[in-house]
């Protein structure tokens, strides 16, 4: 066992009194956990799987305000999203960036009657929108952040402009509209941030993945997933943030009848990560913001070197880890045809595709689209009061996690002590105003190649050397296959540094290795040995690892150990 997983273990032993226990590891209960550890408080966060990999790690990708959430009315979430976006793109630089966002519109007027009945929540079926409701919402979007603004505001093109720009565009447009969101690069590695930023300020906490809390008759047990350890712990207050299993928690938590009222309505959401350079290119380095022809709003935009396509919108009933089907992918490069008709788009190009549940209020909405996308805290009472966080997203997870935290410090009888609007994450701080000017330096200060120095920036932002000159003082700062960024001292890191238990946990949250298509047989393999040393594994215990890697990539990610093999070969072949 990592030593920091013994001492936190360890420190439990000693002491199972917490003010607040927090149930989840998404980025909702990271963002609770930092907020609640950085006024003082004592906190334990346990999650069952890998932090950021249930619900938070299927998010589009967005950091955006919500400019759809218009038409439900809800200026108050767009207005909390502005200013969260703006919040990020200056507290994580070097993962959260400007994204132009361009609108085709093949009408003027279409739209505008349904979007208004749509506000007074008379009516749940969507219509297409046209360039004057557009028009209206852009407007408003300016309006909110008028007085601090960071990004440009939106512009109108004719159809003429618009297909001087984007040629392989549709040919039915009549107008197109661009205005700027941003888009995250590494979503779940900022959570990692999070976690390491809270212990370094607030040592008393504790954050652990693979764990799980039970109740007892004499309280509440922390059972450690992997030793199978039981530790007995004792919470003033615990905060449920366990996204669209919030129901289940609650009722396993407070001993609840199965069928009390549910907090959560979740919808799913797949995505597909396509290589396709002739789209990628098409798009001119713009997210296409668009609708299908069920009138549910669609996405691509140019991701790491690769395109990110989706998404489908579809109400579950029973929550379980999700996978994209057949007919979501189908739905979905369909609906690519629809706005680049003449481009060669083929489920031969997928390379990843990924899926998850929207942890969404409940709702009796026909329409999925219309479900608010807002947040809110639920209490409920016991000898240990529960703080449930239904809904929240991505881009509003530090204002949700604050407003959770009050709630908090309110039962605790604790004033706030700080606040976290302008506090910088991880590698954002200090972050220049060009990344350019963190390259060349980092290359001339450590003498290595440019190319190197953008990937540890990209990775790791400000914090690149730091992580350069732990791992060289490792021994084994190489490459995990020929041509790979990754480095087998980082893998040793990351074990060490940042909880990663399992080879799912390097590959798909910790690196961009699998979500960008890079992920071969001769690398799972290399990682699960640079992990088996430092976690003590057999080597029975590690083909298992392999093994179950492998089955969760072609299970749920479309990667089949086939296509896995065919990469290591095209790998090793043109490294030769």
Same mark, same amino acid.
């Given at each position: ?216 008759? !004499? ?5 450690? %997933?992997?030793?199978?350890? +039981? &530790?007995? #712990?004792?919470?003033?207050? =615990? $905060? ?89 992918? !189908? ?5 690519? %045809?629809?706005?680049?008709? +003449? &481009?060669? #788009?083929?489920?031969?190009? =997928? $390379? ?225």
């Amino acid at each position: 066992m990592p030593l920091q997983r013994q001492d936190n273990f360890e420190s439990i032993r000693r002491d199972g009194d917490f003010d607040v226990l927090i149930v989840g590891g998404g980025i909702n209960g990271l963002g609770v956990f930092r907020e609640l550890s950085l006024q003082g408080v004592r906190v334990l966060l346990v999650e069952r799987c890998d932090f950021c990999s249930g619900c938070s790690a299927a998010p589009s990708r967005m950091i955006h305000g919500g400019l759809r959430y218009l038409e439900n009315g809800e200026f108050n979430l767009v207005r909390e999203s502005l200013a969260e976006r703006d919040a990020l793109l200056l507290n994580a630089p070097h993962m959260v960036r400007p994204l132009p966002t361009t609108i085709p519109l093949a009408t003027r007027m279409s739209g505008l009657f349904n979007a208004a009945t749509s506000f007074l929540g008379l009516s749940d079926k969507p219509a297409q929108r046209g360039a004057l409701p557009v028009k209206i919402g852009l407007a408003l979007y300016d309006l909110v952040t008028r007085k601090r603004r960071q990004l440009p505001p939106h512009r109108f093109r004719s159809a003429r402009e618009t297909k001087e720009k984007w040629p392989e565009l549709t040919s039915n447009l009549r107008y197109s509209a661009t205005y700027y969101d941003a888009w995250i690069s590494h979503p779940e590695r900022l959570g990692i941030e999070l976690i390491s930023d809270t212990i370094e300020m607030a040592p008393q906490s504790i954050a652990l993945n693979y764990v799980e809390v039970r109740r007892d008759a !004499d309280g509440y047990v922390l059972h450690d %997933r992997e030793s199978g350890a +039981d &530790l007995p #712990i004792n919470p003033r207050v =615990i $905060v449920n943030a366990s996204g669209a299993w919030l129901d289940n928690v609650r009722r396993n938590l407070t001993g609840g009848a199965p069928d009390d009222a549910p907090l959560i309505s979740g919808t799913k959401g797949s995505h597909l990560i396509l290589d396709t350079p002739n789209l990628h290119d098409a798009l001119d380095g713009h997210m296409m913001f668009f609708e299908n022809t069920d009138g549910r709003v669609c996405i691509v935009f140019p991701y790491l070197g690769k395109v990110l396509a989706g998404s489908t919108d579809i109400r579950v009933e029973t929550v379980t880890r999700t996978r994209c089907e057949d007919d979501e992918r !189908d739905y979905i490069l369909g609906s690519l %045809r629809l706005i680049f008709p +003449d &481009l060669n #788009i083929s489920e031969n190009d =997928i $390379v990843f595709s990924y899926s998850g549940i929207r942890p969404l209020p409940s709702s009796d909405h026909n329409f999925t689209g219309r479900i608010s996308r807002s947040h809110f805290t639920h209490r409920l009472d016991g000898p240990v009061p529960q703080i449930c966080m239904v809904g929240g997203k991505w881009t509003t997870f530090r204002a949700f996690a604050e407003q959770t935290a009050d709630k908090v410090l309110t039962e605790l009888g604790h004033a706030r002590t700080c606040d976290t609007h302008q506090l910088a994450i991880g590698g954002g701080k200090d972050f220049p105003e060009h990344v350019k000017t963190l390259i060349e330096g980092l290359s001339r200060d450590l003498g290595i190649s440019s190319e190197r120095a953008a990937y540890l920036v990209d990775a790791y932002g400000t914090q690149a050397a730091t992580v350069w000159r732990d791992c060289r003082a490792r021994g084994q700062d190489t490459p995990v296959v020929a041509g790979c960024s990754l480095t087998c001292a980082e893998v040793v890191r990351m074990v060490t540094h940042e909880q990663a238990r399992h080879p799912a946990d390097i590959l798909l949250r910790r690196t961009n290795l699998a979500i960008t298509g890079q992920v071969s047989t001769e690398m799972i393999a290399t990682i699960a040995n640079v992990m088996a040393q430092e976690l003590g594994w057999t080597t029975e215990q590690t083909d298992a690892e392999i093994a179950a890697f492998t089955d969760e990539l072609s299970r749920y990610h479309g990667v089949s150990a086939t296509t896995l093999n065919q990469r290591s070969l095209k790998r090793n072949t043109e490294c030769a």
